[in-house]
């Protein structure tokens, strides 16, 4: 299997719509842009936030097998994926990749 480079791309935060929809929390989000983590055999990386992997861990068991390529050329590096967790008030975005 490969190992898939999990990139922390970038994080956005929507105040507003916390503001209104949600109750305060003491443990946001608290990932870093520039922050990586390796997926050795398609397994979570230790310290990534379940959430997330659970919006990423299909594209990330594909690449892992030798798969790519989805959405027929969505991305420009096939053995690539741009996926964002769930979280619809603080959003991040994750650059998926195949390494050597």
């Known amino acids: ?5 999990i ?8 105040k507003d719509l916390m503001e209104k929809y949600e109750n305060p929390i003491e443990h946001a ?3 870093k842009e520039g922050q ?3 997926s050795t055999d398609g397994q979570r990386p230790k310290d ?3 959430s997330a992997w659970t919006s990423m861990e299909s594209f990330v ?3 892992a097998s030798g798969g790519g390529n989805f959405y027929d050329g969505w991305m ?4 690539s994926a741009m996926i964002s967790c769930n ?8 650059y998926l990749e195949v390494i050597e």
């Open 1 to 5: 299997m490969e190992k898939v480079r």
């Open 7 to 14: 990139t922390v791309m970038r994080k956005v935060c929507h």
């Open 29 to 31: 989000c608290t990932l």
């Open 36 to 38: 990586t983590f390796i």
């Open 48 to 50: 990534l936030c379940e």
């Open 61 to 63: 068991k594909e690449l």
């Open 76 to 79: 420009k590096n096939k053995k």
């Open 87 to 94: 979280d619809g008030f603080r959003p991040v975005s994750f």
